[in-house]
DNA sequence: TCTGGGGTCCTAGGACCC
DNA sequence: TCTGGGGTCCTAGGACCC
């Protein structure tokens, strides 16, 4: 009872140009240098991450490369070893493990860390507040990342995780940023809409052309107009409610739930360097996308049910069609399937940009019946290939095409 | 040389069942 | 005979995020 009712405290941990860190601990000469991690100019791409030297031109991330180029054709450009992300991306959650056992990673370079429940052990004599010693500890965090690992971390911290995420991206680079209980009025409201987790292209320019521009903007919205409801739930985030935050520890943030999955779908899909109509190349790129989609599924000893096949057509039309089976990872199942929905919704008039492949309604593989069923289904090389690839990676081996 | 690839979540309509 | 739900599954598309 000494403490009134602890507020919620969430801090949204976010790695700096994480892909661009990285590459700087392979090769020091990138450091300070105008770096784009992406597609390589000349190809068909964007980029990925781009270093603050290279923002400075206009560069940002998910631009196509032809214009990064135009925009800074002196910046050093590099596809990036991709294998190396995820290594570093555990090491910086197994630090943060050790400050709150609430974790939830939000994507490769973004955590969130929920404090509530374990701000009284970091708390000292000498803290004016508990305010202060979340804020304190979270910089130890955001230090201890980058003495260990040589990694920028910005860091924000709030009573929910939207103005968190925020406050980290004010925070940026290699800052940290607090929004105390009864700020978060005061903190939003002189920002653009756009910066609204949640708010994207289309939304923004809906809220601009009804003359919203601000979040204060927004707040001021009777929920009674077209985008009262938005502005509703930005209110009750905003005048928040640290347990309703608390109460929302909601799936999207946990990292096991009950059966154990930890996503809704795997999915790989791929651009053709230039447009093609040839049905052989189509249907080998069909056959190699699932491939590697069925192996993932199989590594993680996972079914899936809805089989789904994207085609973006040259214009940029795409379309998606998906059918449900027989829950399975067997290639030829898979293959045989998305043949079948490619037959029927492909228009031979026109040039294929893209195709994809995605496994949903995924269940566990049954232990049991795995073996059997991979018996009937997959031939023995199948399985080799698995443990070849298991070993040393997917690339390691590649079958020939089937006749 | 416009526009990658991995995801999540939401909506909406139709089928089907009770 | 007519009317009317509610619930769940499936599919398609789209917004959004990193």
């Not at 103005?163 to 929004?179: E, F, L, T």
């Amino acid at each position: 009872m000494g403490d009134p009712t602890p507020n919620a405290r969430i801090c949204c941990l976010d790695l700096d140009t994480f892909f661009v860190s990285v590459e700087r601990l392979f090769r020091p000469k990138l450091i300070g240098k105008p770096v784009v991690v992406g597609a390589l100019p000349g190809t068909r791409g964007v980029v990925t991450a781009a270093s603050y030297e290279v923002r400075a031109f206009g560069v940002r991330s998910g631009m196509g490369i032809a214009e990064a180029y135009r925009l800074a054709p002196n910046a050093i450009y590099i596809s990036g070893r991709h294998g190396e992300y995820g290594g570093y991306a555990s090491k910086v959650k197994k630090i943060l493990e050790r400050y709150t056992p609430i974790v939830r990673t939000a994507s490769i370079d973004e955590y969130f860390l929920n404090f509530t429940q374990c701000e009284g052990m970091y708390r000292t004599p000498k803290d004016a507040d508990s305010d202060t010693t979340i804020e304190r500890v979270v910089r130890e965090v955001c230090q201890t990342i980058h003495d260990e690992l040589g990694l920028p971390a910005s860091a924000g911290i709030a009573t929910s995780r939207p103005i968190a995420k925020m406050a980290s991206n004010v925070a940026k680079p290699a800052g940290v940023r607090m929004v105390r209980d009864g700020e978060e009025r005061g903190f939003v409201e002189p920002l653009p809409c756009r910066k609204w987790p949640g708010i994207g292209p289309v939304a923004e320019a809906r809220l601009l052309e009804a003359g919203i521009h601000t979040l204060g903007d927004l707040l001021k919205v009777p929920a009674t107009s077209p985008d009262g409801s938005l502005a509703e739930s930005v209110r009750r985030t905003v005048d928040a409610l640290a347990e309703t935050e608390l109460g929302r520890d909601r799936p999207a943030f946990r990292e096991h739930d009950p059966e154990g999955l930890t996503v809704g779908s795997i999915s790989n899909e791929s651009t053709f360097g230039h447009d093609v109509g040839d049905l052989y190349a189509i249907h080998d790129r069909l056959r190699s996308l699932c491939e590697r989609v069925c192996w993932r599924a199989r590594r993680r000893a996972i079914l899936a049910r809805t089989i789904t096949l994207k085609l973006r057509y040259a214009d940029f039309e795409t379309l998606t069609r998906a059918r449900t089976i027989k829950a399975t990872n067997v290639e030829k199942r898979v293959l045989g399937c998305v043949k079948q929905l490619f037959r029927e919704n492909y228009d031979g008039r026109r040039q294929v940009r893209l195709l994809g492949i995605a496994l949903s309604g995924l269940e566990e593989a049954p232990a049991q019946l795995q073996l059997p069923f991979d018996e009937a289904e997959r031939p023995p090389i199948g399985r080799a290939v698995d443990a070849v690839r298991e070993r040393f990676g997917y690339d390691a081996i590649h079958l020939g095409v089937e006749t």
